[in-house]
Structure formats: C-alpha cells, structure tokens
C-alpha cells in the first residue's frame, strides 16, 4: 500500500510539473505571437508539443499559424485540441472558417462552443474581428435570433459593461432586477460579489465569494475577484496566497505574476517579488510597469543603484512617459542626488504638468541645495494644484 501511494504521488507531483512547464511554454509562445513572430513561436511550441501532450499548447499554436496565415496547419492543431480535451478548439475553429469567408462551417463550430463549457460572452464574440468576414451574412443575423443567453447571463453582462464603464449605480439597478428572480444561485452570488468590488465593498465582496469557493474551490472567476478584494482591503497576503492558487492550478496568465510580485513587495517579500518580476520580464522584457516595479521592489531592498538601472531601461525604452521620469527621480531623491532628482522631475513636469506630488518633491529636492525660492515657486505650485501636504513648506519657509 505504501509504494501504491508514493507512487501515486510521484505520478501527481509530474503531472503538475509538466503542466507548469505547459503554462510557461504558452506564455512564451504567446507573447512571440503579439509581438508579430509567429515561427519563433511555432518552433517553441513544436518543443513543448514533442514532450507532452496539452490540448492548450496546440490552440496556442494554432494562434501562431493563424498569424503566419497557414489555416491549414491551424484547423489540424485544433482538432488536436479536440481529441485532448473535449470542445478546446471548437471557437478557433470558427474563427478559421469565418476568416475563410465559409459562414456555414464557422457558425457550425460556433454552436458547439455555445453548448459547451468554453461557450464565449456576446461581447467577446460579436467584437471578434475575425466574424467581420461574414457579419453581413443572412447565416450570421439567422444564428443571432436564436436567445443563446440566459437572462442571468445577460443581466451579468450588463453588469459587467456598466463597471468597467464607471457606472456603479446601474450595475446596482441591474443587480437588483436580477435578484426578484432567483436569488441565491451561485450566478447571482457572483454578481453581487462583483458590484460589491466596484463599489469598494471589499469585505462584502471577500466574503460572497468565500461562500462561492467553499463549493467550487478552483473556480479561476471566483479567485480574481477575491483577490482584487484583498488587495482593495489592504490584506496583500492573503491576495498573493488567492494569486499562487491561480498559477499553480495552471491559469495561463503572465499578468498574474505581475499582481503577485506586487503583494509580495507589499508584504517585504522583496525576493519573492523578483522572482516573479524576472520570470515575466523573460516573457514581457520590455514591459514598462514590469521594469517599474522591479525598480522599485530593488529600492526597498536596499539596492538603489540596482533600481536606477531598471529605471535608466524603462527611460530609455519610453523617453515620452512622465511615471519613467518620477521613478528614477524618487530614486535619486532617496539617495539625496538633488541635481539629478531635479533633472528627471524637471523632464516629468515638461510632460505632465498637473502633478502636484511631483512639484512637492522637486521643491523638496531645491530646498536642500539652498534655492529657496526656486522651492517656494515649486511649493505655491503644488499647493494650488491642491496639494494640502505642502502648506507646512509653505509656512516654514516661504512666508518672511
């Protein structure tokens, strides 16, 4: 019985290390195909795909091929996909079609996917550029008159497009409506652990969806929205901990390294947080907030020159952007180099003048090299840009 469970085990623990390995092939893979090298993907993905066999890697391959303009190649990789895992490459198979201009095969493709677990949001569909192809096809507006959504689902899409449009109280509204009809179902549930992120109700939020991951503890929705309530709640321990079961039940998303790097670097886990910011800036190695906050995660742990190199990058790359600016400004603000912290403040402002934190610290930065009223001019700026923290300044030395 023994040997029976050590080598069950063993069996588990190299699934999980071979589906790590898949998530970051895909990543990669991913990211050479935004950036328009669709082979060098192809060629990674041909590595992965020779050593394991993952459904995700081939729909990921098949992007690449789709990219290169091969749809021959990309209808076989999702087939592929199929026989791995029932239903994964039924939605690329639509697109394929759709872009080949064969309405009826791509809405065939695209029916299954409705009926399956990988059915995709109106939305997401509709502004699928792909469909462009056949969006005035009779076939297209027939396939549209059948009510392929709930009212549940319509009314969480609702939802969803009034918070990310800055209308918390519709949200509310449509929220309301929903709940008449059946309240209590997980759907619902997860609705109004949506409007109660949005409108700032963290510990509300957090403890729906607790309910929610109690029954469904994997769910990849559930654990977002948790960990943006962490995060809201100023708990970044507990929003890592929701983060790393995200990466670690395989959730094919580079971002999530990013929002982990940052709870660690809250929480003074500063080598944790490189960690992460390195294993995405191999993904992403030009990344503006990536380069920023490894920045900033080396200046709290001491290491400023470390800093001023991942800032002096992130200028370089983008010499237009005012937060590259205020980074290595603060840096060397820290340091006490006032006549570079100027310099760099200076170029912010040029750029973005409005920043009434920005006028404070240069201010700060000339009062030490004995320019007075260089900082007043700066302090009296700040202040009527509304910046209250400066008044002090003011009083101490700016008023004879």
């Known amino acids: 019985m023994k040997k029976i469970i050590i080598l069950v085990w063993i069996c588990l623990s190299a699934g999980a290390v071979f589906g790590q390995q898949a998530v970051d092939y895909i990543l990669k893979a991913k990211a ?8 060098q993907a192809i060629s990674l993905l041909n590595q992965a795909i020779s050593a394991m066999k993952e459904s995700r890697l081939f729909t990921q391959r098949a992007e690449a091929y789709i990219l290169k303009g091969d749809y021959s190649a990309a209808i076989g990789d999702f087939n592929e996909a199929n026989k791995l895992t029932a239903f994964s490459g039924e939605y690329g198979l639509s697109r394929i079609y759709a872009l080949k201009g064969d309405a009826g ?17 109106e ?111 100023s708990d970044p321990a507990g929003a890592s901990t929701t983060y790393s079961q995200l990466l670690s039940s395989g959730v094919a998303d580079a971002g999530l390294l990013m929002m982990r790097a940052d709870c660690y670097r809250k929480t003074g886990e500063t080598e944790k947080a490189l960690i992460d910011i390195n294993k995405y800036l191999e993904i992403y190695p030009e990344n503006s907030s990536a380069l920023s906050l490894a920045g900033k995660v080396e200046a709290k742990s001491g290491d400023n020159l470390k800093a001023l190199e991942y800032f002096s990058k992130n200028l370089k790359l983008y010499p237009n952007d005012p937060e590259c600016y205020i980074d290595r400004a603060d840096s060397y603000f820290v340091s006490k180099s006032w006549d570079l912290a100027i310099n760099d403040y200076s170029m912010s402002l040029d750029l973005k003048p409005a920043n009434s934190d920005v006028w404070l610290n240069k201010g700060i930065a000339l009062l030490n090299l004995g320019k007075v009223d260089d900082a007043c ?18 009083s101490r030395n700016c008023i004879k």
């Open 105 to 121: 095969t791509a809405l065939y493709h695209l029916e299954i996917t409705m009926n399956s677990p990988y059915k995709k949001g």
């Open 32 to 39: 050479l195909t935004e950036a328009g090298k669709p082979e």
């Open 123 to 233: 939305k997401e569909i509709i502004l699928d550029p792909a469909f462009s192809t056949i969006e005035n096809r009779q076939e297209w507006r027939q396939f549209w008159k059948k009510e392929w959504y709930s009212i549940t689902e319509k009314s969480i899409s609702e939802i969803e497009y009034y918070i990310s449009a800055g209308k918390i109280d519709e949200s509310k509204d449509v929220l309301s409506e929903l709940k008449k009809s059946s309240e209590g179902s997980a759907d619902i549930l997860y609705a109004e652990a949506l409007v109660d992120l949005a409108s700032g109700k963290y510990p509300e939020a957090m403890k729906v969806i607790a309910g929610l991951t109690t029954s469904n503890p994997g769910n990849e929705k559930y654990l977002r929205i948790l960990a943006k309530a962490q995060t809201g709640a």
């Open 377 to 394: 001019h700066d302090f009296r700026r700040s202040f009527s840009l509304g910046n209250k923290r400066v008044t002090e300044y003011i």
